[in-house]
């Protein structure tokens, strides 16, 4: 197995709220799929588990030393929870593409929030 790559991010959970916000459901499809979405607005704070997974994208496009952009979109990346609670992982499109590319076998990533900042680190394995 090798390494990828490693990627971290911070975001202010204020941040998430103010362009929902402003921008409404125009910015949550643009960011977030529909079972993302789904599962955010059933939470008691939807903005931090919106902003945990924009982390948790942030990271992931930084493990894969692309960022998001023209190589790997928001989209791109799904960020689930398994019923024992653990974030899992599905890439699509461009992200599954470069996965392929690099013969990625496992992406982990970690994410927490509390009420001012949600963060979330990933690690992308090949092999």
Not at 5 to 15: A, P
Not at 110 to 124: F, G, R
Request: a positive charge.
């Amino acid at each position: 197995m090798d390494l990828v790559g490693i990627g971290i991010d911070v975001v202010e959970v204020s941040r998430i709220l103010s362009s929902m916000e402003e921008f409404g459901d125009k910015f949550l499809a643009r960011i977030f799929t529909e079972r993302e979405r789904g599962y955010c607005e059933r939470q008691k704070r939807p903005e931090m588990h919106y902003a945990a997974r924009f982390a948790a994208k942030e990271a992931i496009s930084k493990a894969f030393g692309t960022g998001i952009g023209r190589e790997v979109g928001w989209l791109d990346m799904e960020i689930l929870k398994k019923p024992s609670g653990e974030p899992e992982v599905q890439l699509r499109g461009a992200a599954a593409t470069k996965a392929k590319e690099k013969k990625v076998s496992q992406v982990m990533v970690s994410l927490t929030h509390s009420k001012e900042y949600a963060a979330a680190n990933a690690v992308i394995i090949a092999g």
